[in-house]
Each structure stands twice: as structure tokens, then as C-alpha cells.
């Protein structure tokens, strides 16, 4: 059997389309097409099947690709083992996180320790992180979602209080804490819906059976201290993302709030990717 034809078999299918496939494997779309076309006439056989731009998989098709994903992930693991013998990593690591800050810790040991790789870092809410993960555009994600999912791993990083926050001038300045009674007379400095931070502090209202009198609704944590520093409100975040500007005091909360927890997440069927093994052995 042609591994070569195989393997081209194998990005169509993948990728769905012959221009997708020819772009990720380096090679034009007619040799590509070329080599579907071989292996399908050397066995006297239907693989795919053009659909407008697309293609779709026949019956037997369906049946090959199911092996011809297990045997290049079985290449993909060789690879790693032999990367690890070595002691070098190349390619790239695309990484997304909710905060920044909490990716710092395991980007600087995964980078002291892999420097060949090219890191790519996408910030956004959990939510988004985490679909991102799920459509496979970043292999790795930090997120504060534990919310099970059958194609997800999930590890424990790190747990911390959520605080509230306002201008160093504000009545509330001088004071050390704030209850949830006292936090909803007050317009409300939040982020976007998808932000679990803003799920914790509405969970928190809604136990207590409180309704903010006014909520301003920001996309960022910058943005959430940019409107905070601008007097709009009070803000609320999770500690360790609190910005230690003059400007700002910090307030505990009096009453309890949900403490928000970091998980690292991936696909269960990118585990043994070198990449990513390379980052679960950052965080222990």
C-alpha cells in the first residue's frame, strides 16, 4: 500500500476540500487530486465524492478514514516520543486563556523549557476559550468553566476569591469590605455575558435575592478598570487580576461569594499531542 497516497487521503478528509487539504499539506491541489485518484484506481474503489467545493466520504470512505486516523495519530505519538529522546520540540503552541495572568506561570516554564516552539496567545471569556478548544483553533485553553464535556479534559490549577473594586476618592474608599446590599445601590462595573466572574457575583445576588440598580457591561477586565478609574462604578474581579493602580482601592466582600477556579482544558483527542503533553508536565 502507497503510505503517500494514503496520507493524501487522509487530508481530504480531514479538511473536507481538496484546497484546504493541498494548503495544509504543502503541495498543489492536482497532485494532491492526483493521489486520491491513484489510490482509488490501484483498488478499484469510491472514496470520496465531489460536493460543490466540498467533498463528502462514501460508505467505504467513512470505514478508511476511521483507520487512517488512528494510524497517523499513532505517527503523530511516534514523533513525540522521538521529540521527548531528543530533548527538542519544534512547531507551535496556540494557547487561550480567559486572564493573561493566569497563563503566565505555565507559558514561562513550557518556554524555558521548549524554546523551539512558536506560542500563539488568544485571550478571551471562558465561554469563548472554551469553544475554541472544542473547534480545535487552540490546543490548550485556561479557563474558569468546569462545566463537564465528553470531548474535554479538565485539571485543576487554581482557586481565588472574586473582589470588588472602586476609585480611591468613591464613599466607599476608606471602607475594607462591602456587602451585597450595599454593592447593589451602586451602578455595577462587570464583564460580558459568557465571563464567568459575572456568573459567580448574578449567582451571588440571586441567592441573596438582590438586583443591581444599574449594570454597566464591559469585554474586558482592562476595560472593566478603565471604567472604574473613569468613576462609572464598581468593579468586579476576580483577585489576582485586580490591577494595583494608585487609583484603585480594593474591597473584600462581606458576604459569600462563589470563589471562581482555573481549569486547564484541552480535546481528549489531542492528549497525546507533544505539544500539549508538554504543557500538562508544566502544571504538574
Do not use: W
Request: aromatic letters at 4%.
Amino acid at each position: 500500500m502507497n503510505l503517500i497516497h494514503l496520507r493524501a487521503f487522509h487530508q481530504v478528509a480531514t479538511y473536507g476540500s481538496y484546497v484546504s487539504a493541498a494548503a495544509a499539506a504543502h503541495v498543489s491541489q492536482p497532485t494532491l487530486s492526483e493521489q486520491v485518484r491513484q489510490l482509488e484506481r490501484h483498488h478499484g474503489i469510491k472514496l470520496l465524492q465531489r460536493s460543490g467545493r466540498s467533498v463528502e466520504l462514501t460508505p467505504l470512505g467513512r470505514k478508511l478514514f476511521a483507520v487512517t486516523s488512528k494510524l497517523f495519530a499513532a505517527e503523530l505519538e511516534a514523533e513525540a516520543v522521538l521529540a521527548k529522546a531528543r530533548h527538542v520540540m519544534q512547531g507551535e503552541l496556540r494557547f487561550g486563556t480567559d486572564a493573561p495572568i493566569n497563563a503566565v506561570g505555565v507559558l514561562s516554564a513550557f518556554r524555558r523549557r521548549n524554546p523551539g516552539v512558536s506560542i500563539q496567545l488568544v485571550s478571551g471569556n471562558s465561554a469563548e476559550i472554551r469553544n475554541r478548544v472544542l473547534a480545535g483553533t487552540v490546543d490548550v485553553g485556561i479557563i474558569a468553566d468546569e462545566t463537564p464535556h465528553p470531548d474535554l479534559t479538565a485539571r485543576k490549577l487554581a482557586t481565588q476569591d472574586l473582589v470588588a473594586f472602586v476609585r480611591h476618592d468613591h464613599a466607599l474608599a476608606r471602607a475594607k469590605v462591602i456587602g451585597l446590599k450595599e454593592l447593589v445601590t451602586h451602578p455595577l462595573v462587570i464583564r460580558e455575558i459568557g465571563s464567568v466572574t459575572r456568573r459567580s457575583i448574578e449567582e451571588a445576588l440571586t441567592q441573596a435575592q438582590l438586583q443591581p440598580a444599574e449594570v454597566l457591561e464591559t469585554d474586558s477586565r482592562e476595560a472593566v478598570h478603565a471604567a472604574v478609574i473613569a468613576g462609572l462604578g464598581i468593579g468586579v474581579i476576580a483577585e489576582d487580576e485586580f490591577n494595583d493602580d494608585p487609583r484603585l482601592v480594593l474591597l473584600d466582600f462581606a458576604d459569600a461569594v462563589q470563589p471562581i477556579t482555573e481549569y486547564l482544558v484541552y480535546r481528549k483527542d489531542n492528549q497525546r499531542s507533544h505539544v500539549v503533553e508538554a504543557v500538562v508536565d508544566c502544571v504538574g
